[in-house]
């Protein structure tokens, strides 16, 4: 079978070191094994109870979130990178105990807070607690999810108390420590604000989703089926990547994770069959980046950007159903080309798994997915349908002796799932100042009229101006807070030009994601890099080319909302924008990997990316521009093809 080309690899330290999420303490002590536990499975208890019954009011019920995850990550992971990562120390304990009397204050005095609230006379002790949850949010934040993030966090509130010595267009008159405090905490606009509503409601139910069915032994079912359908087509291990890749990261939402653990099993069968490291390494990262825009679950930032725009979940993630395809399509157009100017082969068909078998024995794990997507599309809440599909993947476990859970395996996925939101749930509570500080002082306004001061009243350059930012912040920030600070402080200046707000925040979401294989940080290029042995910058540009299309989509759709089936009269155009994208993709691939039948000239590959792209571009006549376009360049590599086979055949006869 399969599982003998892989090859031992140290998935844990290239996890490491790349991915701050990854860092964790590796705990042996009986007395903190069982304080985790308590801790991760009575919050996911909690947080189960809560999305069938409903919570807590507002405040009580994001701030008991946060204090726990915060005391996790104080327990879980150290305070230096290089810091003994065995056990827990005397300085850990003291901010685990700061985590947890921040949330046990506001319910203790939940009363008396929101009498004083109600006149905006915050007391001492209110304050008091309040900078202390200032302090353990950015600390923890800084442990778990990098310090980028918190860097920038600690930007903001500098900028909040000394905001009259910033520069004209961004001056304030400056915020005092009780103004800045009390709206950071006793409100819902700070860190208890939308980010951190959203993790404590839908992203912490859907990365318990996603941990349940990986303990039924989903990963193993998507990978298998992948190898079963594509793995003896040409280069097929690499379309397996692909596919697997983004199926199982569109339900984890963690693309440096899912690098790695899909990466460990198609990197050697990928180097088997004759691709290059590099290449192998980016196909992996490029595929695993795409899960977090391919629905159902889109890593998470769906569920925040229905939140933000107050749109049913559905049809956010039905609208992004044919763009995320048109990625996916466009990686395996040029990793197909790839395979055949290398002529490479696939795996021989008796060494891959049998589909029918896998599915016979596998297949009842999909209930759960099919229950999630019919519920999400009848329009049910995400809680209703992540709830709903959480007890079916326990039920439907049971179908099958080799997949059934028990009660030590419900355990260990509540764990593992808590431990999992770890990092976004921090992430959130960290954006929640930045965010609460640009709504306190006006800065998104303020940065709103700086980018169109610079985008000079043209739409296009607006959008690459604010393409650049999204990327920028993207390569040092997870993909949420990335999606949260553009789509808050960039994405006005888009709506200002008539662009609707769902194309504007989808324009931003997709370049947030996509600067994790952009150059020079490419993060999830360098992991990628790390699992197969290869040069991470050359790893880097080769995941660029393979993501193409992925930075044209966004101008797609923002200049013709059929691609998201937003503004339209009827299927038709739906259709055409669809079809004439796919062509385009297709044949930009084609460019960019200079082979379609044969080896393609350098001039034709420029004709031909000129052509892909008009045909890319919206509208009758650039269609049909590129349309001819393209089938010349088709037809004559079918000539030289032709010319190439005529000359193998007959080596004696003169040819042009």
């Not at 939940?110 to 905006?120: F, K, L, T, W």
């Not at 925040?304 to 048109?326: C, D, F, H, S, V």
Request: aromatic share 10%.
């Amino acid at each position: 079978m399969v599982g003998r080309f892989t090859e031992p690899i140290n998935k844990n330290t290239i996890l490491e070191k790349y991915d701050a999420e990854s860092r964790a303490k590796k705990i042996n002590h009986d007395f903190w094994r069982w304080i985790i536990v308590i801790l991760s499975v009575g919050l996911a208890g909690y947080h189960l109870y809560t999305a069938y019954f409903g919570p807590l009011d507002a405040l009580r019920h994001r701030s008991l979130h946060t204090s726990v995850i915060s005391a996790l990550v104080f327990i879980l992971y150290p305070a230096f990178f290089k810091t003994k990562k065995d056990q827990v120390k005397v300085a850990d304990i003291f901010w685990i105990i700061a985590a947890l009397s921040t949330g046990a204050y506001i319910f203790i005095d939940y009363q008396g807070i929101a009498e004083r609230m109600s006149v905006y006379m915050p007391n001492k002790i209110d304050i008091l607690f309040g900078i202390v949850t200032i302090i353990v949010v950015i600390e923890g934040g800084r442990r778990v999810a990098g310090n980028a993030l918190t860097v920038l966090a600690v930007i903001f509130l500098v900028y909040a108390f000394f905001g009259q010595y910033a520069p004209d267009i961004l001056r304030h008159s400056g915020k005092d420590l009780e103004d800045v405090v009390t709206y950071m905490y006793l409100s819902t606009e700070g860190i208890f604000g939308i980010a951190i509503s959203v993790s404590a409601s839908y992203i912490i139910l859907f990365i318990l989703f996603g941990a349940f069915l990986n303990a039924s032994g989903m990963g193993k079912f998507f990978t298998d089926i992948a190898m079963g359908l594509a793995g003896h087509t040409s280069g097929g291990p690499a379309k397996v990547a692909v596919i697997s890749s983004g199926l199982l990261g569109s339900i984890n939402g963690s693309a440096l994770a899912n690098v790695v653990t899909t990466g460990a099993f198609t990197f050697p069968l990928m180097k088997r069959v004759g691709y290059k490291p590099e290449f192998a390494g980016a196909v992996e990262a490029t595929a695993s980046v795409g899960g977090q825009i391919l629905p159902p679950v889109m890593g998470a930032t769906a569920f925040i950007m229905a939140e933000t725009l107050n749109m049913p979940y559905n049809q956010i993630a039905l609208a992004a159903i044919l763009p995320a395809l048109l990625y996916y399509l466009g990686i395996i157009f040029i990793v197909h080309f790839r395979a055949k100017k290398l002529g490479l082969d696939g795996v021989a068909k008796e060494e891959l798994p049998n589909v029918k078998e896998t599915l016979k024995t596998g297949g009842h794990l999909l209930i759960p997915i099919v229950v999630l997507i019919g519920l999400l599309t009848a329009g049910k809440t995400p809680l209703f349908a992540a709830f709903y599909a959480i007890i079916l993947t326990i039920v439907a476990s049971w179908f099958n002796k080799k997949t059934r859970m028990g009660l030590k395996d419900i355990i260990k996925a509540k764990e593992e799932g808590i431990r999992s939101s770890l990092g976004v749930a921090m992430s959130c509570a960290v954006i929640g100042i930045i965010v609460g500080v640009g709504t306190l002082t006006g800065l998104g306004p303020k940065l709103t009229q700086s980018i169109l001061v610079l985008g000079q009243g043209e739409v296009v350059l607006t959008l690459l101006l604010t393409m650049v930012a999204c990327i920028v912040m993207g390569m040092g920030l997870p993909s949420i807070p990335t999606y949260i600070i553009t789509a808050t402080m960039a994405g006005p200046a888009l709506v200002e030009f008539g662009i609707a707000p769902f194309l504007t925040h989808m324009f931003v979401f997709y370049f947030g994601i996509l600067a994790n294989i952009t150059p020079p940080v490419a993060l999830a290029a360098f992991a990628g890099a790390g699992i197969a042995g290869a040069n991470p910058d050359k790893t880097g540009f080769e995941a660029l080319k393979l993501a193409m299309s992925g930075f044209i989509i966004p101008y797609i759709f923002v200049f013709s909302p059929a691609l998201l089936m937003q503004d339209i009269s009827g299927p038709v155009m739906v259709i055409s924008v669809t079809a004439t994208a796919i062509i385009g993709i297709f044949g930009l691939s084609v460019a960019l990997e200079r082979y379609f039948l044969t080896s393609m000239p350098l001039p034709v590959a420029f004709v031909c990316f000129a052509g892909s792209l008009t045909l890319i571009i919206p509208g009758m006549t650039t269609d049909i521009i590129g349309a001819v376009i393209l089938t010349g360049v088709l037809i004559f590599q079918w000539f030289k093809k032709t010319k190439l086979k005529s000359r193998h055949q007959n080596p004696h006869k003169i040819g042009l």
